[in-house]
Nanobody, 116 residues
Framework: QVQLVESGGGLVQPGGSLRLSCAVS????????MGWYRQAPGKQRELVAT???????DYADSVKARFTISRDNAQNTMYLQMNSLKPEDTAVYYC??????????WGQGTQVTVSS
C-alpha cells in the first residue's frame, strides 16, 4: 500500500505562483510513473504533468512553459511548481503514482484557486 499526501494549495491571484508537494510513504525511485492531475468543478480529471518510466517529463499543452514537475528521491517527494497562474488553473490537484504492477494510487487532493 502507498500513501500520498499533497500540500501547498491555496488562493493566489492571477499571475502568481504556488508550489505543490506530494509526500509518498515509500521510495519513489522505482515507480512505473508519477504525476499530477487536476479536476475542476464539472469537468473530468485531467493529466497536468508526469514522469514516465523512461525518465521523460510530459505536460498538458495548457501548462507547458508555466508548470514544472520535479522530484526528490531522497525525500520521497514530488513537486509541481506552478507559475503565471490563470483562473482556468483553478481545480483540485491530485498526485498519482503507478507501481510496477501498474496499480494506481491517488492522494486526497489539494485545492488551488486562482482569483483576484
Amino acid at each position: 500500500q502507498v500513501q500520498l499526501v499533497e500540500s501547498g494549495g491555496g488562493l493566489v491571484q492571477p499571475g502568481g505562483s504556488l508550489r505543490l508537494s506530494c509526500a509518498v510513504s515509500r521510495s519513489i525511485s522505482s515507480f512505473y510513473s508519477m504525476g499530477w492531475y487536476r479536476q475542476a468543478p464539472g469537468k473530468q480529471r485531467e493529466l497536468v504533468a508526469t514522469f514516465t518510466r523512461a525518465g521523460r517529463t510530459d505536460y498538458a499543452d495548457s501548462v507547458k512553459a508555466r508548470f514544472t514537475i520535479s522530484r526528490d528521491n531522497a525525500q520521497n517527494t514530488m513537486y509541481l511548481q506552478m507559475n503565471s497562474l490563470k483562473p482556468e488553473d483553478t481545480a483540485v490537484y491530485y498526485c498519482n503514482v503507478k507501481d510496477l504492477t501498474l496499480r494506481t494510487y491517488w492522494g486526497q487532493g489539494t485545492q488551488v484557486t486562482v482569483s483576484s
